[in-house]
């Protein structure tokens, strides 16, 4: 069987009169994310592009290896129309097939390296990609093993490709020579098969219900979106970016990140979040003068600079977002590191706030910031769809030029998730400051948000209901020093042999589940709380397990 074709009926679209005014107006422009690269870096063939595991890349070179990389891709079988699925941490490997991707129109599906079997199966059976690239082996973890497994289940997903390491087997192919040596290719320059309208490349969304849907962003908008935050960030040809977080966020790829510092014309360094002493050093030898990280990284870089030494002078913009950062955080981190300190408060369905690098203090310690075009629009709604008074909070509902109208082949979610005039109702609890930013003060959709990670709490109870000896679960927030919050478990018993913490979470990674989504905590009841008819008082869970973090429980 061959490769499904991607259908771009799937793509739900924002309204043709909407798009119209963001072409007229110049915020979407004819350009495909790849073209407004490798032009931008044509110019300065020389300078650095990639710094990654010590080996520094050009942007002539970088031009070569995506024109390498996609005859290669091509040679094997990709074809524009295609989906492929890319499960690849931070490597030049992986920006170098992120970009030949979209030039080819095969879109990538971005999964966090850290997804198991049980997410990619979800994944796989709905984008249906003829593809898949992976990694062999990621410390110990078998990737390739992973895949074959999952193979059977989706005839469609006739291509594994591997970055790393030979493949012997015969239904694997190898693009270990993607990268190595450079060689004499000829670059890849000017427009590739993608038109500026078609999908890019698929997010995952971190959801509100049930497991992961898919996002389709276009050239076009995300093109804006990466124009935009790189003004909003002040990133320049002179700029370092570090990326440590997985590029596979938004965040990180292009609010400006990755994608924004390569469009600029300046290095992008890649690193991981392990190991903080190793985050600090690249970033005195390498000279980082922007980097993005959730709050939780913020204060381990902040504890291990209060004990070593190390020059952080070149930073000039930290971004810190994915969950809220606490203003004495944020004072620190301004005061310790030198810099700017930048709050963003975006989502991969669109919609990105930034406070501005010339705000006062109290804007950026205590506030998410406001919106990164004039274009978007936000309403903060109560219960009943209803805009709250000014100043009160609400859910911030919103569309705009960067924001995608629903879910690629989920009507359901995307009924759920959108107005029917295309609003997002982000289940964000926001408030509206006088001076235009935004407070995110808490959410209602049942997500809990470890260290920036999203973990929908439905998926887990369904899992962890599987288990003998589970009359009612409930999976809430617990709140945590250094994730922010963790998962706690309420569990109500169906008999004599409940199970306890290591069961459950023995059962979850036997079922394949990613393990930053396992419970921490698990707490045992002879009832569920409950409001109405039959549905669980998550609000009163939320507080028990507040209260346990906080001792008094
Ligand atoms: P994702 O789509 O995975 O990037 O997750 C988006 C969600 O993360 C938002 O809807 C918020 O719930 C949360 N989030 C992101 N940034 C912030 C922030 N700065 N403060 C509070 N919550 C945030």
């Keep these: 069987m061959?490769?499904?074709?991607?259908?771009?009926?799937?793509?739900?679209?924002?309204?043709?009169?909407?798009?119209?005014?963001?072409?007229?107006?110049?915020?979407?422009?004819?350009?495909?994310?790849?073209?407004?690269?490798?032009?931008?870096?044509?110019?300065?063939?020389?300078?650095?592009?990639?710094?990654?595991?010590g080996r520094r890349t050009t942007y002539g070179e970088l031009a070569a290896l995506v024109g390498r990389a996609e005859r290669r891709l091509r040679a094997a079988g990709v074809n524009r129309g295609d989906t492929v699925v890319v499960q690849v941490p931070n490597s030049r490997e992986y920006v170098v097939l992120v970009l030949a991707l979209m030039r080819l129109g095969a879109p990538p599906v971005l999964t966090l390296?850290?997804?198991?079997?049980?997410?990619?199966?979800?994944?796989?059976?709905?984008?249906?990609?003829?593809?898949?690239?992976?990694?062999?082996?990621?410390?110990?973890?078998?990737?390739?093993?992973?895949?074959?497994?999952?193979?059977?289940?989706?005839?469609?997903l006739v291509?594994?490709?591997?970055?790393?390491?030979?493949?012997?087997?015969?239904?694997?192919?190898?693009?270990?020579?993607?990268?190595?040596?450079?060689?004499?290719?000829?670059?890849?320059?000017?427009?590739?098969?993608?038109?500026?309208?078609?999908?890019?490349?698929?997010?995952?969304?971190?959801?509100?219900?049930?497991?992961?849907?898919?996002?389709?962003?276009?050239?076009?908008?995300?093109?804006?979106?990466?124009?935009?935050?790189?003004?909003?960030?002040?990133?320049?040809a002179d700029s370092v970016y570090l990326a440590v977080m997985p590029a596979t966020h938004t965040f990180v790829l292009a609010y400006p990140g990755v994608l924004g510092t390569l469009a600029a014309g300046g290095t992008v360094v890649l690193g991981s979040p392990e190991d903080p002493r190793k985050v600090l050093r690249t970033v005195q030898e390498e000279r980082v003068t922007h980097c993005a990280a959730v709050p939780g990284l913020v204060k381990q870089w902040l504890t291990l600079l209060g004990r070593e030494p190390y020059d952080v002078s070149s930073l000039k913009v930290l971004q810190?977002?994915?969950?809220?950062?606490?203003?004495?955080?944020?004072?620190?981190?301004?005061?310790?590191?030198?810099c700017s300190v930048q709050q963003v408060y975006g989502m991969s369905e669109g919609l990105t706030n930034y406070t501005r690098l010339d705000d006062p203090d109290e804007v950026v310690f205590s506030s998410q910031g406001r919106p990164a075009s004039p274009a978007d629009e936000i309403v903060i709604v109560d219960?009943?769809?209803?805009?709250?008074?000014?100043?009160?909070?609400?859910?911030?509902?919103?569309?705009?030029?960067?924001?995608?109208?629903?879910?690629?082949?989920?009507e359901a979610a995307t009924k759920r998730a959108f107005t029917a005039d295309g609003f997002y109702r982000t289940g964000d609890l926001v408030r509206l400051r006088p001076d235009g930013n935004l407070e995110v003060v808490g959410r209602i959709k049942n997500v809990i948000n470890r260290g920036g990670e999203k973990i929908c709490a439905e998926e887990l109870e369904e899992l962890v209901?599987?288990?003998?000896?589970?009359?009612?679960?409930?999976?809430?927030?617990?709140?945590?020093?250094?994730f922010g919050e963790i998962v706690c478990l309420y569990l109500v018993p169906g008999g004599e042999n409940a199970p306890d913490l290591g069961d459950v979470r023995r059962h979850l990674e036997s079922r394949g589940l990613a393990r930053y989504k396992l419970p921490e905590r698990l707490e045992l009841l002879d009832a569920m709380p409950l409001i109405g008819v039959g549905k669980i008082n998550r609000t009163e869970l939320r507080e028990r397990a507040a209260a346990i973090a906080a001792g008094v429980g």
Excluded at 192 to 198: E, L, M, T, W
Excluded at 320 to 338: I, M, Q
Aim: proline share 9%; hydrophobic share 35%; aromatic share 4%.
């Design 2 to 53: 061959t490769g499904l074709r991607l259908d771009l009926i799937d793509i739900p679209r924002i309204p043709e009169e909407r798009a119209r005014r963001y072409r007229e107006a110049g915020l979407w422009r004819s350009e495909t994310l790849d073209e407004m690269i490798l032009t931008r870096g044509s110019a300065t063939p020389d300078r650095c592009a990639l710094v990654a595991e």
């Design 113 to 156: 390296p850290s997804l198991r079997e049980y997410e990619l199966d979800r994944i796989i059976g709905l984008v249906r990609p003829s593809s898949i690239v992976i990694p062999r082996r990621v410390r110990r973890f078998d990737h390739l093993g992973m895949v074959q497994k999952l193979k059977p289940r989706h005839p469609y």
């Design 159 to 236: 291509r594994t490709l591997v970055v790393d390491g030979e493949a012997a087997e015969p239904d694997v192919a190898d693009l270990t020579g993607l990268c190595d040596p450079p060689g004499d290719d000829p670059p890849a320059e000017g427009r590739g098969a993608a038109s500026p309208k078609d999908v890019a490349l698929f997010l995952l969304s971190s959801g509100t219900t049930g497991s992961s849907k898919l996002i389709a962003r276009t050239h076009e908008d995300y093109g804006y979106v990466i124009r935009t935050t790189t003004e909003i960030a002040a990133l320049s």
């Design 320 to 338: 810190v977002g994915g969950a809220r950062l606490d203003a004495p955080t944020a004072a620190r981190a301004k005061a310790e590191l030198g």
């Design 383 to 410: 219960e009943d769809d209803a805009p709250v008074p000014a100043g009160e909070v609400g859910q911030l509902l919103t569309r705009g030029p960067f924001t995608v109208a629903g879910y690629y082949r989920d």
């Design 465 to 482: 209901q599987e288990l003998p000896g589970v009359s009612a679960v409930a999976a809430v927030p617990m709140p945590h020093p250094g």
